[in-house]
């Protein structure tokens, strides 16, 4: 069974720009979380994806986005980049839609903001 | 939001065991313990949730006292390919919201 995927691994964009990064869970997999990693800030929970309705949202504004397709791929958007969204971006997927069950997570997209 | 707190750093020797503590004073009552562990360039991976006493699966053990305020991951007779960071990771089951929160992880170097 294959992991999930995430696309592209490693991605430099210029300051004001947008970014989409695409996670493709395992299959049979409905729910979708994003997490932001960078060394200063750690782990951070970014928004939870069930059935293509965003259930939890982590402390980000409104510039990080989402999207949940019928087949449970997902998409992240971060509009008018910043340098401090230079980060190890992050989705992992559950079967079910409790986010306390094992969670499978991606290789990551790191993105570099110049 | 239950903040947890975790030691930045152990070392350990092959075949030692090896006891990471995570404090969560303000764990709420449907808040469930989680620990993951990551190695460099890869996401993290899943090693073992509890919500109280011991937990224990094939890798590791899971230890939650009563108050249910800290827990200690413990991992038997480690190897060098144990050498990654260990997260804490404390949720409410059914919960929406921020609540989700990581702690800052455990940098566990194995030495041989």
């Known amino acids: 069974k294959a992991g999930v995927t995430q696309t592209p691994r490693y991605l430099i964009k210029t300051r004001g720009q947008q970014v989409t990064l695409s996670c493709s869970p395992i299959s049979g997999h409905r729910s979708v979380s994003w997490y932001q990693q960078t060394p200063g800030q750690g782990l951070q929970f970014l928004f939870e994806?069930?059935?293509?309705?965003?259930?939890n949202k982590g402390n980000f504004p409104g510039r990080f986005s989402g999207r949940q397709f019928s087949n449970s791929r997902s998409e992240m958007n971060v509009s008018t980049l910043e340098l401090g969204d230079s980060a190890l971006y992050l989705c992992?997927?559950?079967?079910?839609?409790?986010?306390?069950?094992?969670?499978?997570f991606g290789q990551g997209t790191r993105l570099t903001v110049v | 939001l239950a903040k947890t707190t975790q030691p930045i750093s152990m070392d350990s020797y092959e075949g030692q065991e090896v006891n990471i503590t995570c404090s969560h004073n303000?764990?709420?009552?449907?808040?469930?313990i989680t620990w993951y562990q990551q190695f460099p360039s890869q996401g993290p991976r899943f090693i073992i949730q509890g919500y109280k006493t011991k937990v224990t699966n094939e890798v590791a053990s899971l230890f939650i006292p009563a108050d249910r305020k800290s827990s200690t991951l413990s991992l038997p007779r480690v190897s060098l390919s144990d050498t990654a960071v260990y997260y804490c990771?404390?949720?409410?089951?059914?919960?929406?919201?921020?609540?989700?929160?990581f702690g800052p992880g455990t940098r566990l170097s194995v030495l041989p």
């Open positions: 992992a997927s559950r079967f079910g839609g409790d986010m306390n069950t094992e969670a499978f």
């Open positions: 990771l404390v949720g409410g089951r059914n919960n929406y919201g921020q609540n989700f929160v």
């Open positions: 303000n764990i709420a009552t449907n808040d469930y």
């Open positions: 994806y069930f059935s293509e309705t965003q259930r």
